[in-house]
């Protein structure tokens, strides 16, 4: 089993390792899981302290020496809920602070996996989008193979409104996943590339979805009017 899921759930590498690691071998100590590890065994029992504080790994005596085990997988979904309850609650205090909007900046510029997400909620939250793009290889949905489903069920919850305009060769794919929606798709040839160009009601999306991805955000109503009407003239000229 890969550590690749764990680490998509939140923990670190060696938290993933180490937790797989007793989950395969209950029941045995710092030093045995240090030399399984490979890794330095007071750094170890750094590793083993987080798990603890998270209720994912416990320990017994044994000859007077600790040994440790895994918790069962469903505590993992228990301390994800936990921090998402936490993590709401924050963010609802965080709600109830005047923020002064005049010095929100014009441009914003997000980076690696984090921008893609951004982009995805970005739309969801803008209710109707426009995109010149979605050609190219479509790394976006590889990095985020995990969660860009979640998105698209997001897109029809949300009832959300788009046209896109994209490569003839990923037609058939943005068809085939908003299929049910209210977003439309048309092609164009040139539209290859893993760049795209995203309207919203009052601010643009440039993103650029390769390896190492990143956004930006151009907080100008102006420009996302004029925006519009050029795409609105590449719609008119692009393939059903």
């Given amino acids: 089993m890969k550590t690749d899921s764990l ?5 670190t590498k060696n938290q993933a390792k180490l937790y797989l690691l007793l989950f395969k071998n209950p029941g045995i100590s710092a030093g045995k899981i240090a030399k399984e590890l490979s890794i330095d065994r007071s750094f170890t029992y750094n590793i083993i302290e987080s798990l603890i504080k998270k209720g ?32 709401k ?28 997400k951004k982009y995805l909620s970005e739309i969801i939250q803008g209710k109707s989008f426009l995109t010149i793009g979605g050609g190219g290889k479509l790394n976006i949905f590889e990095i985020l193979k995990y969660e860009y489903p979640h998105y698209f069920k997001e897109l ?26 209210n977003i439309s798709i048309k092609s164009i040839k040139g ?5 795209s160009i995203t309207i919203l ?40």
């Fill in 7 to 11: 680490i998509e759930l939140g923990f």
């Fill in 56 to 87: 994912l790994v416990y320990y017994s005596i044994k000859n007077n020496n600790k040994i440790f085990f895994s918790e069962k997988p469903d505590k993992i979904l228990e301390e994800l809920e936990y921090q998402k309850n936490k993590t």
């Fill in 89 to 116: 609650k924050f963010i609802n205090e965080l709600k109830q602070i005047e923020v002064n909007k005049s010095k929100a900046p014009l441009i914003e510029v997000y980076e690696g996996k984090s921008a893609l």
């Fill in 156 to 181: 029809k919850k949300a009832n959300i409104g788009g046209k896109i305009i994209c490569s003839d060769e990923n037609k058939s794919f943005w068809k085939k996943n908003v299929e049910d929606t």
């Fill in 191 to 195: 539209a290859g590339k893993e760049n």
């Fill in 201 to 240: 009601k009052d601010k643009l999306i440039l993103s650029e979805e390769s390896e190492s991805p990143n956004i930006v955000i151009v907080n100008n109503i102006n420009h996302a009017h004029s925006m519009n009407h050029y795409f609105q003239y590449l719609w008119r000229i692009a393939k059903k």
